[in-house]
Structure formats: C-alpha cells, structure tokens
C-alpha cells in the first residue's frame, strides 16, 4: 500500500530540547538529597505516564504540578514544586529543529503532512519557527495524549485517509510506535541514540537514527 501522507511527533523527532534528566538533577541539588538521580528520573517518568493515561484530562502544567509534589514528598519534602515545574515548561519551551529537519520537509513536498505532539498550547506558542505541515494536534487541543488511538484517529480525520495509508514518524517506542501500530498507521521510529524497544512495543515498519531517510521511505511506499 503506498504511502499517501505522513504524520510526526514534535519533541525528539522535529524538534529538541535540553535533557529533561536537569529536572532531577534539580530536584536533588535544590533539596540536597541523597537519592539517585535516576532512581527520580523513573519515579517522575512513571507518575507522567500514569498521569497523562488517566481520565480526565488534564493538561501537562496541571499534571507537573501533581506528580512534582508527589515526587517531593516521596523523598520527605515539603515544598511547593511550582519552581519545578516552572523548570519543566523552561526546558520544554527553548527548543530549536535538528539540523536535517528542514531539508527533511522540503524533500517531501506534495506528500500530506501533519504534527501530533503530547504538547500544551505554551509548548507551541514557544516556537519561533515555521513549519510546511497541514496541521498541528496538539494534547490539549484533543483532550488525549498518545498512545491513545484517540490522537492518531483525530489525525487520521485531518487528512481523510485510512490508518494503512499513513506512515507515523516518532521517537517515543510507547507514545509513538505502540500507539500508531495499534492504531493502524505503519511507523517509522526515530531512534537517535539506539535504545532497545521495551517490553510490549511491536517492532516499527521502519527504524532510523533520524529524519534523513524519511523521504526515500515514503517515496518508496
């Protein structure tokens, strides 16, 4: 089946940010704890899927500032963790495109595209850059965050097409890859740093260490 349009994650697939692991590191030399950084970095990741994968909605300034307490009393701190989550958004808002992005968009021009990121409004209201895509779904604007079919069903409307006939590009192997696979679409996973797959994720159609052999693909069909 060839490959009519293409849709694509934001955050580590079009766009990057510092490492969201200076958010711990925070947290641990703010408070002067004892624990391991990366012993935080899980909790934190864990209570975010949990978060974003509950009902109702709530979008990710209202879920930081639940799971960012919550982390901070699991190590005994009582502290506001509006300065947290404040870190968070200034993280997550200074973001610049990989360098083979634009040349990436170029090259599949006459090919539908579109964005589908776990982003609130600020996210994007942050960006200084323009990009050649039909539309942007963001979370907040959809009320669901990927994984959910939701996501890629809203998408899939965007550009009238059956799930077959869409190739996902992400970089997430749960929020991308699981959740296009299980919505239908063929994936191609960014993998820039070449993590294995955890447990549970099908293998994507395509894997690539980033967006340079996008075209060809979808060229190819």
């Known amino acids: 089946m060839?490959?009519?349009?293409?849709?694509?994650?934001a955050y580590g697939t079009l766009?990057?940010?510092?490492?969201?692991?200076?958010?711990p590191e925070r947290i641990v030399a703010d408070h002067?704890?004892?624990?391991?950084?990366?012993?935080?970095?899980?909790?934190w990741s864990d209570l975010y899927f949990e978060a974003t994968q509950a009902t109702p909605f709530r979008t990710l300034r209202e879920i930081e500032c639940?799971?960012?307490?919550r982390v901070l009393r699991a190590y005994g701190v009582d502290a506001d963790p509006a300065p947290?989550?404040?870190?968070f958004f200034a993280v997550t808002t200074r973001v610049e495109l990989y360098p083979e992005v634009p040349a990436t968009l170029a090259a599949?021009?006459?090919?539908?595209?579109?964005?589908?990121?776990n982003a609130d409004h600020e996210h994007r209201a942050a960006w200084t850059f323009a990009l050649p895509v039909r539309f942007i779904l963001l979370s907040e604007t959809i009320r669901a965050y990927k994984p959910s079919p939701m996501v890629f069903a809203h998408a899939l409307g965007e550009l009238g097409l059956r799930p077959d006939q869409v190739l996902h590009v992400g970089d997430s192997d749960v929020d991308d890859v699981k959740g296009a696979r299980e919505a239908g679409l063929r994936v191609a996973w960014v993998n820039r740093d070449g993590r294995a797959r955890r447990a549970g994720v099908p293998a994507p159609d395509f894997e690539i260490p980033d967006l340079?052999?996008?075209?060809?693909?979808v060229r190819a069909g």
Do not use: K
């Open 84 to 87: 947290h989550v404040e870190h």
């Open 32 to 43: 002067g704890l004892a624990a391991d950084v990366d012993e935080i970095w899980r909790r």
């Open 212 to 217: 340079g052999p996008l075209a060809d693909i």
């Open 108 to 117: 599949l021009d006459g090919v539908p595209s579109g964005i589908v990121s």
């Open 2 to 9: 060839r490959i009519e349009a293409v849709t694509l994650d």
């Open 15 to 23: 766009v990057r940010n510092e490492s969201l692991r200076a958010i």
């Open 66 to 69: 639940d799971i960012l307490g």
